[in-house]
């Protein structure tokens, strides 16, 4: 999953992505409303982390246009601490969630976490299909219990893909999706990363639809487990 950081403190704007980084997501950065606006515009977030106080854009204004647009990615704001009125404004702009400043980061890391699974229909932080167990949570990955070591590209694309089981989803899609803007990103590679995860699951999960792209069917209840 691939997130936007927008936040003109730049020390919160570091923790964020490096908190954000390490917890598996691929995550690009912006100080001000413009940049943060263009970026939300242009490129297939999977959420975003709006601050409202922002330099030459207020991240109302961002929301409000994304939303204008048609842009319908999770959003949440980060307010300040007794700005009641950020809530109300950023909720009617589109906004799906807040975190009043200052915050702990697991609160926010928990609540990027609802934000994604919400949007993708899921109902637990743990994604499981078959025998495989994806915690979103400790990024862990289990094949019948045993824990099974990925690099974070890996893991992302196993993420990605099991958030949006019984769908074809695109090279070009994983692409946008595990990558961040400043990667130098090659289409070869989603095949090969493919091939590891195959190998490193040991079981037959991810199918290639030819010419199309991947798919991890949903689960059916009969095989449950
Ligand atoms: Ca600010």
């Not at 589109?94 to 890391?109: T, W």
């Not at 976490?113 to 495989?132: F, M, N």
């Not at 979103?136 to 990605?160: I, Q, W």
């Amino acid at each position: 999953m691939r997130l936007l950081i927008i936040e003109d403190d730049k020390d919160l704007n570091r923790q964020l992505v490096s908190a954000l980084e390490d917890a598996g997501y691929a995550v690009d950065r912006a100080f001000d409303g413009e940049e943060g606006h263009f970026l939300g515009d242009t490129e297939p977030y999977d959420a975003v982390v709006l601050d409202i106080g922002l330099p030459k854009k207020d991240g109302i204004t961002v929301l409000e246009e994304w939303r204008a647009a048609g842009h319908k990615m999770p959003v949440l704001i980060l307010t300040a601490r007794d700005r009641w009125s950020d809530k109300v404004q950023g909720f009617d702009a589109g906004a799906d969630d807040y975190v009043a400043k200052p915050f702990h980061m697991e609160e926010v890391l928990a609540r990027l976490r609802a934000l994604l699974r919400r949007a993708t229909g899921h109902a637990t932080s743990e994604l499981v299909c078959g025998p495989v167990r994806l915690d979103t949570k400790s990024g862990r990955v289990v094949v019948d219990g045993n824990p099974v070591k990925l690099t974070s590209h890996e893991y992302r694309l196993l993420a990605y893909l099991m958030h949006h089981t019984g769908r074809v989803v695109s090279r070009q899609e994983l692409i946008e999706h595990i990558y961040d803007q400043d990667f130098d990103r090659d289409s070869n590679t989603i095949e090969v990363f493919v091939g590891r995860l195959r190998k490193k699951l040991g079981i037959d999960m991810i199918q290639t639809i030819r010419g199309l792209g991947y798919r991890i069917d949903v689960p059916s209840a009969a095989h449950g487990g």
